[in-house]
């Protein structure tokens, strides 16, 4: 989160390059306090000097690591291919007898 920080300490304004290189940072700073508002998390880094990260909901939302992914557990679709290959396997029956 720390590497990310959008502030303008830490990114360029206009071209957003980061300026903050948290690989120069010998210990990663923790978060001192963190509190979720409406639409954004500000972060208050336990680090010298003080420092506050502002992320906004849906920027985080769309950054998320592991996203809203919508897709079914593996082991459902194989019960459902299962039950599907019974059913087919019994209607072959019936149809060579
Ligand atoms: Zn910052």
Redesign the pocket.
């Known amino acids: 989160m720390?590497d990310n920080?959008?502030?303008?300490?830490?990114?360029h304004p206009t071209s957003f390059e980061k300026n903050?290189d948290i690989s120069e940072v010998i210990e990663p700073p923790k978060p001192l306090k963190v509190q979720l508002t409406d639409n954004e998390l500000i972060i208050d880094w336990d680090e010298n000097p003080a420092?506050?990260?502002f992320f906004l909901v849906p920027w985080l939302m769309s950054h998320a690591y592991d996203g809203n992914q919508e897709t079914q557990p593996i082991s459902e679709n194989i019960l459902w291919d299962k039950a599907w290959l019974d059913a087919n396997s019994d209607d072959r029956q019936t149809w060579t007898n």
Do not use: A, E, T
């Not at 920080?5 to 990114?11: D, G, I």
């Open positions: 720390r920080c959008l502030s303008s300490q830490c990114r903050y420092h506050r990260s």
